[in-house]
C-alpha cells in the first residue's frame, strides 16, 4: 500500500431498502445504560470483539451492511469492525439540503484536515494548528457534497465528497467518503487528496 491518501471512486454505496443511503450516520438504541454494544471482527455474534460503543452513542457512521442485512461495518482506529443493526437507528438530517454535520475530511503527505461542526468549522494541520473557517455555500446530492469555506479575506477552500470507497494509505481502516479539496491562496493555489467520515463517537 503506497503511502500518502489512495482513494478509489469505485462504484456507489448501496441504497437500503428503507431509503438510507450509505454511508450513514446512526445512534444507539435499545443497549442498558449499564451495557454497550460490541463491536466484532466478522459480521457474527460469534466473532471476536474489538471495541465497544457505549449504550448512548450518536454519530456512528455505518459504511456497509452484511449479505444479510443484519451486521453494519463501522470505523475502528486501525481498521473496520461490524455492529448488530438491531441496536441502531438512522440519523434524520436536520435539513437534507445540507451537508450533515459532523462531517472529518482529512489527508496526509501534507497532514491537514478540515471538519465541519453544528456550529462552525476548522482547518487543521502541523503548520497552522486549528484554524477557523466560515462555510460560504454547501450543496448537496445522491453521490455526495460541495462545501465552499472561506478563511480570511483571501483564501478559499473548496472540497468536493464523493459517495466513494477511500484508503487513508497508512491504515487498514476503510472510509466511505472521498474528497479533492482545492485550495486557493495568495502564496499559490493547491489540490489535496482524502477520505471523510461522518464518525464522531
Partial sequence: ???????FLMALWPTLAFG????ASYSVKGV?????????????SKADIMGEIGPYGLNIEVLALSPDGKWGKVGVPEG????SMAYLDPTEPMDPTLVPRPLSCMGTEPFWSVSLYPRGAEYNSPDTGAV??????????AQGFLIQLEEGPTLNRTLIVARAACSDGMSDRAFGFATRMFTE?????DVLHGCCTLDHR
Fill in 185 to 189: 491562496a495568495p502564496d499559490g493555489n
Fill in 32 to 44: 442498558a445504560a449499564s451495557d454497550v454494544l460490541n463491536i466484532r471482527a466478522e459480521p457474527s
Fill in 80 to 83: 473496520n469492525g461490524w455492529v
Fill in 1 to 7: 500500500m503506497t503511502r500518502g491518501f489512495a482513494f
Fill in 20 to 23: 438510507q443511503t450509505l454511508p
Fill in 132 to 141: 477557523p473557517m466560515a462555510v460560504t455555500h454547501e450543496a448537496v446530492a
